[in-house]
């Protein structure tokens, strides 16, 4: 049975995105990069929501191969992760990827039952409906040294946890991971 791993960047005031909806954090540098690298080749599967595939399609593009070879490391395990990603707006999705529009939770279960290892779940919206199901078996906090002053939170607003801390870790660029289990 695999863990299903919610894990986003997020400001030291808890927003994983800014007012205006750009990310407003700081770019990965090469070590920091390298840790998701890894998390990235753990991952048996990344679950997304929409406005997360959009933005990470980025990595889809063959021409990520011409970046530095952290970057090329990233875009060869994020295309050789499969996807499914949650929209009922989105008509396709790219390689690797498949579309789900039907119920988020029920799929999960399913793929948490029958997958072995880690299933990684990127968007807060994703997040907020899986964590109020009980699917969630892992919160991993990228907390970096920066206050956005609002804009799209970490935890979707209306929900309610009761967490148990499972670690910290201190990364590259001032970035701690605290990471929590449900209680």
Partial sequence: MARIVYSMLMSLDGYIAGPDGNIGLPV???????????????TAIELCGRRLYEMMRFWDDPEREAGAEVERDFARAWRDTPKIVFSTTLREVGANARLADGDAVAVA?????????????????????????????????????????????????????????????????????????PA
């Avoid at 990965?28 to 753990?42: A, G, I, K, V, Y």
């Fill in 28 to 42: 990965p540098e090469e070590q920091l990069h390298r840790h998701f690298n890894e998390d990235m080749r753990r």
């Fill in 109 to 181: 279960r399913s793929l948490k039952a029958e997958t072995d290892g880690q299933i990684g779940v990127g968007g807060a919206e994703l997040a907020r409906h899986l964590a109020r199901a009980g699917l969630i078996d892992e919160y991993r906090l990228y907390m970096h040294p920066v206050v956005l002053g609002g804009g799209k939170p970490y935890f979707a607003r209306g929900l309610s946890l009761s967490l148990a801390p499972l670690g910290t870790e201190r990364l590259s660029q001032g970035v701690t991971l605290l990471r929590y289990a």
